[in-house]
């Protein structure tokens, strides 16, 4: 009777046990299930993204083939842009390289046409001279080294010697008129014409010295001419400061001379450079 009571306990342990694992059993296998069930939902959608994957591929593979096909197209258009701009550039260059020549070359004639315009001024006005004084009655004097008539003869001589290129026969002549008779009424004239020979030589450091000596002589009528003169010499010296205080002296000091024009357009020259 003992032991049948004290079964009952385990009987009912057993069967209280046998219910739990069985309940737990149930909720590991409905667990299961629901872990299956989105399993199989995953896999529907995989399924469905790959087969959307398969649809877009060739559509993707279209335009990624398209745009590379543009980034060609572009990179060789870009690169034909910049060729183009690159020509563009040096027929630029090129351009400017000639205007600068062109400049160059445009104040090379002009220099040289200046030259021969001063020449033939210089020119025009030893031929003037000789003429009238050739017309002029000689004077008589008793003191100098030549007389009158010996010294205007030389003089005439000398002139004639610059005008056909014989500066040296000229330079002698002239030089030996200034030191024969300074006080005689040509030898101004000898000295502006012996800067002159000078001047036509290129020897400018020189004429600007004789040029200079112009100035010494009282009532020359040499003296706007000497002063164009010097600023013309140093211009061509490359002094260009210089020259333009010479011209600029000129206006100031001889507002009245037949050479202003030429002075303010060599300024203006001058101050275009």
Same mark, same amino acid.
């Given at each position: 009777?003992?032991?049948?009571?004290?079964?009952?306990?385990?009987?009912?342990?057993?069967?209280?046990?046998?219910?739990?694992?069985? @309940?737990?059993?149930?909720?590991? =296998?409905?667990?299961?299930?629901?872990?299956?069930?989105?399993?199989? $939902?995953?896999?529907?959608?995989?399924?469905?993204?790959?087969? !959307?994957?398969?649809?877009?591929?060739?559509?993707? %593979?279209?335009?990624?083939?398209?745009?590379?096909?543009?980034? %060609? !197209?572009?990179?060789?258009?870009?690169?034909?842009?910049?060729?183009?701009?690159?020509?563009?550039?040096?027929?630029?260059?090129?351009? =400017?390289?000639?205007?600068?020549?062109?400049?160059?070359?445009?104040?090379?004639?002009?220099?040289?046409?200046?030259?021969?315009?001063?020449?033939?001024?210089?020119?025009?006005?030893? *031929?003037? =001279?000789?003429?009238?004084?050739?017309?002029?009655?000689?004077?008589?004097?008793?003191?100098?080294?030549?007389?009158? !008539?010996?010294? %205007?003869?030389?003089?005439?001589?000398?002139?004639?010697?610059? !005008?056909? @290129?014989? #500066?040296?026969?000229?330079?002698? @002549?002239?030089?030996?008129?200034?030191?024969?008779?300074?006080?005689?009424?040509?030898?101004?004239?000898?000295?502006?014409?012996?800067? =002159?020979?000078?001047?036509?030589?290129?020897?400018? %450091? $020189?004429?600007?010295?004789?040029?200079?000596?112009?100035?010494?002589?009282?009532?020359?009528?040499?003296?706007?001419?000497?002063?164009?003169?010097? @600023?013309?010499?140093?211009?061509?010296?490359?002094?260009?400061?210089?020259?333009?205080?010479? #011209?600029? $002296?000129?206006?100031? #000091? *001889?507002?009245?001379?037949?050479?202003?024009?030429?002075?303010?357009?060599?300024?203006?020259?001058?101050?275009?450079?």
């Amino acid at each position: 009777m003992r032991q049948l009571i004290s079964g009952k306990p385990i009987l009912f342990f057993i069967i209280l046990l046998s219910g739990i694992v069985f @309940g737990q059993q149930s909720d590991v =296998e409905r667990k299961f299930k629901r872990l299956e069930a989105r399993i199989n $939902r995953e896999k529907v959608r995989i399924d469905s993204l790959d087969n !959307q994957i398969r649809i877009l591929l060739p559509d993707l %593979k279209n335009t990624l083939r398209a745009a590379t096909e543009a980034k %060609k !197209q572009s990179d060789s258009v870009d690169i034909s842009i910049i060729n183009k701009i690159n020509t563009l550039q040096n027929k630029i260059h090129i351009l =400017e390289d000639k205007a600068a020549y062109t400049d160059s070359t445009n104040f090379e004639i002009l220099a040289q046409l200046v030259m021969i315009e001063n020449k033939v001024v210089t020119l025009t006005n030893s *031929f003037t =001279e000789m003429y009238n004084l050739k017309n002029e009655p000689p004077e008589v004097s008793q003191t100098a080294k030549l007389t009158p !008539q010996q010294y %205007k003869n030389r003089y005439i001589e000398s002139l004639s010697n610059y !005008q056909n @290129g014989r #500066y040296e026969d000229a330079i002698r @002549g002239f030089s030996e008129l200034v030191v024969a008779d300074p006080r005689n009424e040509l030898a101004d004239n000898s000295q502006y014409w012996l800067a =002159e020979c000078f001047y036509s030589q290129k020897n400018y %450091k $020189r004429s600007v010295i004789e040029f200079g000596k112009v100035f010494t002589f009282p009532g020359t009528d040499k003296d706007d001419d000497a002063q164009l003169k010097l @600023g013309l010499a140093y211009q061509s010296m490359g002094e260009l400061e210089k020259a333009r205080d010479e #011209y600029k $002296r000129l206006l100031d #000091y *001889f507002p009245g001379s037949e050479y202003v024009d030429k002075a303010k357009e060599s300024l203006k020259q001058l101050n275009m450079e």
